[in-house]
């Protein structure tokens, strides 16, 4: 018999359907007459109730099912007795694919803290919490190209190794075929790159962007969605060593259309979240917490609060709190203050634009006071910033002086500047850390959490 997904049973199930349904045992309850099994299959948060009754040659296979054995039931489908499930099996036959042994099997009990189970990371998924969030992961990142492809952006691929090397020095990986025991013992210290692979210091990229810039300036609107690799000391529960990216970039747009389309891109994301993972949602809402069901419909419908840099500082300043960072015009703003800004004032997401030129990058577009740039991030409760992007600096003279004001390798960078030599046009975009994005709407604390296998300073289990 073909076989059944327990999401498909759950929806569209009827009663006196003969089913055959595969998945991993979750409990198994036994009373003289009969015993409880209950399956899940990863295709759904609920799971599926199966009777099996004494006597019968599947009620002999029961010592074999433990918690996490991996089985297949057939039966029929009958309305449930229990409350909390409409459905229920009643069990013909089992067969079991693998057992999973109670003395050793890491999740035999229920109840692990999530700092265990990020050390079983292989078996996590198999959890109510992380069956969770990565359907929710999945489900977001479905909704991230049905926003974009239905607003005519074309999805463009970006180099993973890259050598360009002006945007986050320092923060890189570098890629090599070098023998790195002879490298060490070399005299004089500097690397010869010239005799590795790409006979030029290579890295993983640290984000899109710049080859988002001239896609676009061929294809209008484009997007891309893929891994960012930034090699930052930063043991935070908001940062990862690797972590995926959505950067769109529009030709002919300003600062204004960019935080529009990334407010509305966010409101479609949590609308699409409630629509397609109310019950991953609940229960993760029961279980932590942090982010209400309800609270992401509502914000799906709200409209952002916008403030300047200048006025956030100003709101800071008066703020009744004592910040373990002072606040000061140019700071860049740290955790606390942007929390305190979406937590305390605004308890919103909120945009914040036109920082000082001194903190932000390079390709900003210089706005005309002279001293601020044409950004915006986008502050997430909790979070902090989920969003960063900006107007880019359009014009080539502006942008070549800030390059050398900023001693980038404006040689390596022609083609760059190519952009603005031949049909340069105002463009603007963003970038959107997935991982940011998933956390949020989970609730999940730790961006640890939100991807299968987190890479952090000092963590790569395998
Ligand atoms: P932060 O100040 O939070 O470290 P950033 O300003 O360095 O972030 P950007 O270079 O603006 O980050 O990158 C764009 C987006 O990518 C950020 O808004 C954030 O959502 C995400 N992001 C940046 N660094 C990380 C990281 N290490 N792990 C996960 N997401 C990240
Ligand atoms: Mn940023």
């Given at each position: 018999m073909q076989r059944h997904k327990v999401s498909q049973l759950l929806s569209s199930g009827s009663a006196g359907q003969k089913i055959s349904v595969c998945g991993w045992v979750r409990s198994r309850r036994e009373s003289k007459n009969f015993a409880f099994l209950v399956i899940n299959d990863g295709s759904c948060q609920d799971t599926l109730q199966c009777v099996v009754d004494a006597g019968t040659p599947a009620f002999d296979l029961l010592p074999r099912c433990q918690t996490g054995a991996a089985v297949r039931i057939e039966g029929v489908l009958k309305e449930s007795q229990g409350k909390g499930q409409a459905w229920e099996v009643h069990t013909s036959a089992i067969e079991v694919f693998g057992e999973a042994d109670p003395e050793t099997y890491p999740l035999q009990k229920k109840g692990h803290t999530l700092e265990f189970l990020r050390d079983i990371a292989h078996l996590r998924p198999r959890t109510n919490t992380f069956g969770a969030v990565f359907r929710?992961?999945?489900?977001?990142?479905?909704?991230?190209?049905d926003f974009f492809q239905s607003r005519g952006f074309r999805w463009v691929h970006t180099p993973i190794v890259t050598a360009s090397d002006c945007e986050g020095a320092g923060e890189m990986f570098t890629v090599t075929t070098?023998?790195?025991?002879?490298i060490k013992s070399s005299p004089g210290g500097a690397v010869d790159y010239s005799q590795d692979f790409f006979k030029k210091h290579a890295h993983l990229t640290v984000s899109g962007q710049l080859e988002g810039?001239?896609?676009?300036?061929?294809?209008?609107?484009?997007?891309?969605?893929?891994?960012?690799?930034?090699?930052?000391?930063?043991?935070?529960?908001?940062?990862?060593?690797?972590?995926?990216?959505?950067?769109p970039e529009m030709a002919f747009a300003t600062l204004k259309d960019n935080m529009a389309l990334a407010e509305d891109?966010?409101?479609?994301?949590?609308?699409g979240a409630v629509k397609d993972c109310r019950p991953e949602l609940e229960f993760?809402?029961?279980?932590?917490?942090?982010?209400?069901?309800?609270?992401?419909?509502?914000?799906?419908?709200?409209?952002?609060?916008?403030?300047?840099?200048?006025?956030?500082?100003?709101?800071?300043?008066?703020?009744?709190?004592k910040f373990?960072?002072?606040?000061?015009?140019?700071?860049?703003?740290q955790s606390e203050h942007e929390r305190y800004l979406t937590d305390v004032i605004f308890k919103a997401p909120v945009i914040v634009t036109d920082y000082p030129k001194g903190i932000k990058a390079f390709y900003m577009k210089q706005n005309p006071d002279g001293k601020t740039v044409a950004a915006m991030d986008v502050l997430a409760p909790r979070i902090g910033e989920i969003i960063g992007g900006s107007q880019r600096e359009d014009r080539l003279d502006l942008l070549e002086g800030r390059m050398r004001?900023?001693?980038?390798?404006?040689?390596?960078?022609?083609?760059?500047?190519?952009?603005?030599?031949?049909?340069?046009?105002?463009?603007?975009?963003?970038?959107?850390?997935?991982?940011?994005?998933?956390?949020?709407?989970?609730?999940?604390?730790?961006?640890?959490?939100?991807?299968?296998?987190?890479?952090?300073?000092?963590?790569?289990?395998?």
């Open positions: 929710l992961r999945s489900a977001l990142a479905w909704h991230v190209h070098m023998d790195l025991t002879k810039e001239f896609m676009a300036m061929g294809l209008g609107d484009v997007y891309t969605f893929g891994p960012t690799f930034r090699a930052e000391n930063s043991n935070t529960t908001r940062h990862l060593s690797e972590f995926w990216m959505i950067e891109f966010l409101k479609h994301l949590f609308a993760l809402e029961k279980q932590y917490q942090t982010m209400k069901v309800d609270d992401l419909a509502r914000l799906a419908e709200s409209k952002f609060a916008h403030m300047t840099y200048t006025d956030a500082v100003a709101e800071l300043k008066k703020a009744p709190v373990e960072f002072a606040v000061d015009w140019g700071i860049d703003l004001e900023m001693s980038l390798p404006v040689e390596d960078m022609q083609w760059y500047l190519d952009l603005r030599r031949y049909g340069s046009c105002p463009h603007a975009g963003f970038g959107l850390g997935f991982e940011r994005l998933v956390q949020y709407v989970s609730g999940m604390g730790n961006i640890r959490d939100v991807i299968p296998c987190p890479r952090a300073p000092g963590l790569i289990s395998f």
